[in-house]
């Protein structure tokens, strides 16, 4: 009987095999390209523009329903700044990497 059990517990290891590593393709048809998304922000229609403005406030808590006026600003290390002021006229400057992340900033009055 044990010789038997033990049997079967060979015969069950035998019919494992080990598990195949994994391949991946790393040709560079594949790999996705960088996107300055800084400028992607720039290029859009004021409306997605203030979207996305929008959403970047509403992200860092501050209040805005709606943005009525933004402005491009220039900064002297090159990055990419706005000025969104939203409805009741509260300002926010926000600033956009070009790998898509924002800083956004209530300025003192």
């Known amino acids: 009987m044990r010789a038997m059990l033990l049997l ?3 015969l069950v290891l035998a019919a494992c095999k080990p598990a195949e590593s994994p ?3 790393s ?3 594949s790999t996705p390209n960088p996107t300055n998304v800084s400028a992607a922000i ?6 997605q523009r203030d979207a ?3 959403r970047a406030i509403l992200d860092a808590d501050l209040p805005c329903q709606k943005i009525d006026k933004a402005e491009r600003m220039t900064t002297p290390d ?7 002021t939203c409805d009741g006229g509260a300002q ?8 898509g992340s ?6 003192h009055r």
Not at 102 to 107: D, G, I, M
């Open 8 to 10: 079967t517990g060979v």
């Open 23 to 25: 391949t991946f393709n």
């Open 27 to 29: 040709s560079t048809a």
């Open 42 to 47: 720039e290029a859009l229609p004021a409306a």
């Open 52 to 54: 996305v403005l929008l």
């Open 78 to 84: 090159g990055k990419m700044e706005w000025r969104a």
């Open 92 to 99: 926010h400057l926000i600033d956009i990497l070009p790998n």
């Open 102 to 107: 924002a800083t956004v900033v209530q300025p």
